[in-house]
């Protein structure tokens, strides 16, 4: 995140999911192909509830709004000691 915390809760069981990297090439390559996946599966949502708009489906504005959002815009690559990566991959684990 913005903050460079580097790792996310997410979900109602408030797992803790993190990404850890080796180099910087493949946490950059891997950042990437993210934002683009995102990117595109955003236009493709947005074309769906447009379709529907247009066939006079209600659609409410909250789903348009959120697909505005890049939730990879604050995203960015940040070092962390080995021991603090481990951890946090150990804590995962049920």
């Keep these: 995140d913005k903050s460079g915390v ?3 809760v997410v979900g109602e069981d408030a797992k803790v999911t993190a990404y850890f990297f080796t180099t910087f090439i493949e946490a950059d390559r891997i ?5 683009e996946s995102s990117d ?3 236009k493709k949502a947005m074309q769906i509830l447009k ?3 247009s066939k006079g489906e209600m659609v409410k504005q909250d ?3 959120d697909l505005k959002v890049d939730p990879w ?3 960015r690559i940040s070092t962390v000691p080995l021991d603090f990566a481990i ?3 150990f804590k995962s684990k049920p």
């Design 87 to 89: 951890s946090l991959t």
């Design 31 to 35: 950042l990437k192909i993210a934002r």
């Design 63 to 65: 789903e348009l709004d």
């Design 73 to 75: 815009d604050g995203a």
């Design 6 to 8: 580097p790792y996310t």
């Design 51 to 53: 379709l529907k708009q």
């Design 40 to 42: 595109k599966e955003r």
